[in-house]
């Protein structure tokens, strides 16, 4: 039996009959196991790497010092430790008005960071921007910093200049290539100034009301017996400490528990680029699925034949099982290899954002690959080879065909389920899998029946054109009605997911740029300090800065809801989670900012010995709070009890200074303030930030523009690299489009032979056939341009929350390609249609 099935396979393979379905095959494999391979480098560089992103086999990290006790603990039980503090602040460079100054995150470390990891250096910039550099031996010495190779243009200077951090000047010594614990915060987005941590009292940086993390690293020396266990024992010593004693604002990472964010991160990545890769799938589990039943339909009679020649319903469904298999590796193994090849473009398109030193791909991956291909070809191709095994012996006499029996037509149920299980398995979240389904099967529906409408319209307008061609092609289509469908849909959802990534993607971006008002603040100045709010008020007006108003800034953390201590278990979701144990950023003032308006209660009156507080309606329904609550804030150790008279709804759009949390100024007068304000700065007037820098070394400027534009260059880049995935999805869109055209080509050569034969030309029925694709396509584009531009809407107002402006462009754009998509495939499938004698047609008939 496998002999007969490897003959009839090369039979098939010869005479075409299984090209398409392994090009399907490794479409739908290829995009899948681009995603894999791209996800599993990744992960596993994470995992290779898990001490490195920590520095240390514990960190303990919070906003004040680390308690001295934990520590003295730490040294006790044989474990070493070191300090890192980190903080923004502006560097600057060059003397008087030629000075340069730029944001930079700054990290004091001490001796024998990092604990876990190697530091590289350079003094070859290229080098540094390669991560490439030789392991540090040691920490800058003092009077000296590291930094990164950016600020050598940003700031003008160059190795063996000098850098002003504060009230210090250092000589910049090397360049840093690779940091192994740089995280992935906000910060990050600022290059780093590395120097020793005896010189951080002479910068006098750190003021009150500095944002400042420090971080206690420690880790298990090699000569430690069982140092894995007793650094583990540390960490549950410390957990349970700060637990019991309910202290707020400390972090302990670990090996097991180390950069949750960026794990989450990357699961979310995962998800997401496989959920587009699955779409891919799914349209080409559609052409699958086509091919498969085209196949059967040309093999019926050979089928019937064999019948005769003695061969079982079970033997030929071995056969044609042989057969599939052999093309299902096949395909796998090919879409493996595509795809392998395509993760390293995502690499490419994705360079900035991932480490150059990531490990060799596993083989996980390719199995992966291979076992989609299988479960996508035994979920859409065994239906067709259970109708096989039911051809009757007498088809070779008369042409006559049984309806599928109930058991051929429940196996399209079981691959149904199979392909839905694939779904899950690759969305690893059963709520976001089932809305992709769900989605998926509405715009399916939508454009079915959207599609079907328009067929029906088409028989009005049958003779609304005086030519021949046109009524061909009108008749053509309403006698295939289902092919026809298939066909349009097939290709408006390709199209879909293509501009729903190029024109509407533009068109978000252009409206979220446009959200923002032209005269939006552009620099934030933080750490003012009350004696110097009158100076640098008058600075920027001499610099022609008309609103620039300062606010109080306080810092202080959530201690108490009404009488009840905030511990770990106040709050179960994320991001209540992580609101309740931050820092709050508090303000105070007697007059309500301008754009900020109440939406519940009243603001306050100010009455001494009354604590008030006006929150920000957003952050109320998150944490759950009301009108008449009682919040205690902690404030520089001390208590601070005040009742929420008010909720306000605030403009995050408009870019100014805004705040959660504000108290009235009767209760505030005790507390130590540091002063912030936002302003809009005119591009030519760039230097007087050099200025301020200089004469005010403690101010914090923040250029927003430059961080939003980075920002940007981010999403760009993973952007393109969705649209790279996406270019599997369309392919796939157009293999349906291909497979619905080739499974009418045979009806299609019988009625181009019978029309010739009653004096059709060639050049009318090729006429008819620009028309019919024509038609399909313009209103699959016409249809893609919709549900992108609902899409566009979608997320334009519930997730980006601005006004949506459609663009008739999107129209205009999907009708052309559209159109021209399927007179593309239309020309694939059907060039040779017209090819054959009208005589040859007739006699095979």
């Known amino acids: 039996m496998l002999k007969l099935a490897l003959k009839m396979t090369a039979r098939d393979w010869r005479a075409g009959q299984l090209r398409f379905l392994l090009i399907a095959l490794t479409v739908a494999v290829a995009a899948l196991s681009a995603t894999g391979f791209f996800v599993d480098r990744l992960r596993s560089g994470l995992d290779r790497d898990a001490h490195q992103l920590l520095g240390a086999d514990v960190v303990v990290s919070g906003d004040l010092p680390v308690d001295a006790d934990w520590r003295a603990e730490a040294v006790k039980r044989g474990l070493v430790v070191t300090d890192t503090i980190a903080f923004p602040s502006m560097a600057q460079a060059g003397e008087g008005e030629a000075s340069m100054s730029m944001l930079a995150s700054l990290k004091a470390v001490g001796p024998g960071y990092p604990l876990r990891g190697r530091l590289k250096i350079s003094t070859d910039a290229a080098q540094a921007e390669q991560s490439s550099g030789t392991p540090a031996d040691g920490v800058p010495a003092p009077g000296t910093v590291w930094i990164e190779p950016g600020l050598l243009g940003s700031l003008k200077t160059k190795i063996g200049g000098e850098l002003q951090l504060g009230d210090k000047r250092f000589k910049v010594a090397q360049l840093i290539a690779s940091e192994p614990d740089r995280g992935a915060n906000f910060l990050a987005f600022a290059p780093r100034v590395m120097f020793a941590l005896q010189d951080l009292e002479a910068t006098n940086l750190i003021q009150p009301g500095s944002r400042v993390t420090y971080r206690l690293l420690v880790a298990a020396p090699p000569a430690l017996k069982n140092g894995a266990a007793v650094a583990a024992g540390f960490e549950q010593w410390l957990v349970a400490k700060i637990k019991n004693q309910n202290i707020k604002g400390v972090r302990v990472e670990s090996l097991e528990n180390g950069r949750p964010e960026m794990r989450a991160t990357l699961d979310r990545a995962d998800r997401f680029l496989s959920l587009v890769g699955l779409l891919s799938a799914m349209l080409a589990a559609v052409a699958v699925a086509m091919a498969a039943r085209r196949f059967m339909q040309r093999h019926l009679d050979a089928c019937a034949m064999l019948r005769c020649l003695g061969l079982t319903q079970n033997q030929v469904t071995v056969m044609y099982l042989i057969e599939f298999l052999l093309v299902g590796l096949a395909g796998s193994a090919l879409g493996v290899a595509v795809g392998f090849a ?25 199995l992966q690959g291979v076992a989609i291909g299988i479960l996508l070809l035994a979920a859409f191709a065994l239906p067709p080879i259970l109708q096989l095994r039911k051809v009757p012996h007498n088809r070779v006499i008369r042409r006559e065909q049984d309806a599928p029996q109930i058991a051929a037509l429940a196996t399209y149920g079981l691959g149904m389920g199979g392909f839905t299980a694939l779904l899950l398995w690759q969305a690893g979240d059963p709520q976001l899998a089932l809305y992709t389904a769900l989605g998926f099967l509405a715009a ?402």
């Open 342 to 366: 395509g993760h390293y473009v995502l690499l490419e398109v994705l360079g900035s954002l991932v480490s150059a030193d990531l490990p060799a791909p596993t083989i996980y991956p390719a």
């Open 444 to 845: 399916f529906a939508v454009f079915g029946l959207v599609g079907w409408l328009g067929l029906l319209s088409l028989k009005s307008l049958r003779n609304a054109i005086d030519h021949q061609s046109w009524r061909f092609a009108i008749t053509s289509l309403q006698r295939r009605p289902g092919a026809t469908i298939v066909q349009i849909v097939s290709l408006a959802l390709g199209m879909m997911a293509l501009l729903v990534l190029t024109v509407v993607r533009g068109d978000l971006m252009t409206a979220w740029r446009n959200a923002t008002p032209p005269d939006a603040p552009n620099r934030f100045i933080i750490n003012i300090q009350p004696e110097q709010q009158a100076q640098i008020a008058q600075r920027l007006k001499d610099a022609g800065v008309l609103y620039a108003p300062q606010y109080p800034m306080i810092r202080g953390r959530l201690a108490a809801v009404n009488g009840a201590p905030v511990t770990a278990e106040t709050y179960t979701e994320d991001r209540a989670k992580g609101l309740a144990d931050r820092e709050f950023n508090l303000s105070t003032m007697a007059q309500m900012q301008a754009e900020n308006k109440i939406s519940a209660g009243k603001w306050f009156d100010d009455k001494p010995g009354v604590a008030e507080a006006s929150v920000e309606e957003g952050i109320a329904k998150t944490l759950r709070w009301k009108l008449g609550d009682k919040l205690r804030f902690d404030i520089a150790g001390a208590p601070v009890d005040v009742t929420i008279t008010s909720l306000r709804k605030l403009d995050w759009g408009s870019m100014r200074v805004n705040f959660f949390v504000i108290i009235n100024p009767a209760a505030m007068k005790e507390v130590s303030q540091s002063w912030i304000t936002a302003f809009h700065l005119p591009q030519q007037q760039g230097a007087v930030m050099n200025g301020l820098t200089r004469d005010f070394p403690n101010l914090t400027i923040v250029d927003v523009g430059g961080i939003l534009r980075q920002v940007q260059t981010v999403l760009d880049q993973v952007v393109t690299a969705v649209e790279f995935l996406f270019v599997f999805t369309l392919a796939s869109g157009v293999l349906v489009l291909y497979a619905a055209l080739m499974g009418s080509q045979d009806e299609r050569t019988r009625e181009s032979g019978l029309l010739r034969a009653l004096g059709a030309t060639r050049k009318q029925l090729s006429q008819a056939q620009l028309i019919e694709f024509s038609l399909v396509g313009a209103l699959s584009g016409l249809l893609a341009a919709s549900g992108a531009a609902v899409m566009g809407w979608a997320l334009a107002t519930y997730q980006f929350k601005f006004a949506w402006e459609f663009n008739p462009s999107v129209w205009l754009v999907g009708l052309l390609a559209g159109a021209l998509c399927a007179i593309a495939g239309g020309w694939l499938g059907l060039r040779n249609v017209l090819r054959q004698p009208p005589l040859q047609t007739l006699r095979e008939a």
